[in-house]
């Protein structure tokens, strides 16, 4: 299990009841971020890596687990958003969007569980809904324990921000890599014009999927900008591979409307950026 913790000199864990607390949740991990909404900054990271992918009852264990003994998940927030790492969501234009067909949308492309909770968000700079699932049992767990949470699909802020930093309408790849999941966007002047998320198995599987819109839209390799977020680093065998065919590869950063400082400023922040931009 890997871990990352970071706190700021002026974190109080005695006045939580100021702080907005994201928590992040996923089969391979979980993270959270602490801000304090009075001082407008970060005062607390925290990420685990599971060794192992937790799925069905594990899964379930260890977040009640988690729960319970995580010190500052036992505290009292100002506010609270939760965000669920999971490929199985769709993304429905606003023009076509009927709330009465949820579970129909999610059916006719995935799987669904006896016990799923269909939900959904609007991403006002896709102009579209995400619907997404989570089980049923952790949304029970995690409204008991946070009665005023919000909560949100990872798609939601990752849509969001990409268009939000797209000032100038450019045009770019965009990739949010999970252990066993890409998600991909194409935003061409401007407008979003392509989003999925496609599981792989092993790098080659990843290149592979990406270079498939790469070659649709017919986008120069050498030249398209790919922003990168999610688990990974400039060191793992993903990265390399796609430095191998693409040219013009960055990290996503730090959003520039929000005070970081030190030590976060040491962190990688595409690690984050999801969650990060979930402080309100």
């Known amino acids: 299990m890997k871990e ?8 109080n864990p005695t006045k939580t009841s100021t702080y907005h607390l994201s928590l992040q949740m996923g089969m391979y991990g979980y993270a959270y971020t602490i801000s304090d909404t009075i001082r407008k900054q970060f ?3 925290k990420k685990i890596t599971f060794d192992t992918p937790l799925i069905g009852d594990a899964f379930s264990v260890k977040m009640k ?6 010190i500052l998940l036992n505290k009292n927030y100002k506010s609270v958003s939760f965000l669920f790492i999971s490929r199985k969501s769709i993304l429905i234009p606003e023009s076509y969007f009927d709330r009465t067909q949820l579970k129909e949308y999610l059916k006719f492309h995935f799987h669904l569980q006896e016990f799923e909770e269909i939900q959904y968000n609007y991403i006002a700079q896709a102009k579209a809904y995400d619907v997404y699932s989570i089980p049923s049992y952790l949304t029970t767990m995690l409204v008991n324990k946070f009665p005023q949470i919000e909560f949100y ?8 921000e990409v268009l939000k930093m797209n000032d100038q309408e450019q045009t770019f790849l965009a990739l949010d890599i999970y252990v066993s999941f ?5 935003v061409e002047n401007g407008q979003l014009k392509f989003s999925n998320a496609f599981e792989f198995g092993n790098e080659n599987d990843m290149l592979y999927r990406i ?4 070659e649709s839209f017919s986008l ?3 030249s398209v900008p790919v922003n990168i977020s999610g688990h990974l680093t400039s060191e793992d065998s993903h990265y390399k591979l796609l430095e191998k065919y693409f040219a013009n590869i960055s990290f996503r950063g730090h959003h520039e409307s929000k005070d ?4 976060f400023q040491q962190v990688d922040s595409h690690l984050f950026v999801n969650l990060l931009s979930l402080e309100q």
């Open 211 to 214: 270079l498939q819109v790469a």
């Open 182 to 186: 890409v998600q991909v966007a194409y």
């Open 65 to 70: 687990e988690i729960l319970k003994t995580d």
């Open 220 to 222: 120069d390799k050498k």
């Open 4 to 11: 990352i913790s970071v706190q700021h000199e002026t974190f």
């Open 153 to 160: 699909h990872h798609l939601n802020p990752f849509l969001a």
């Open 260 to 263: 970081y400082g030190y030590p």
């Open 43 to 45: 005062v607390a990271l």
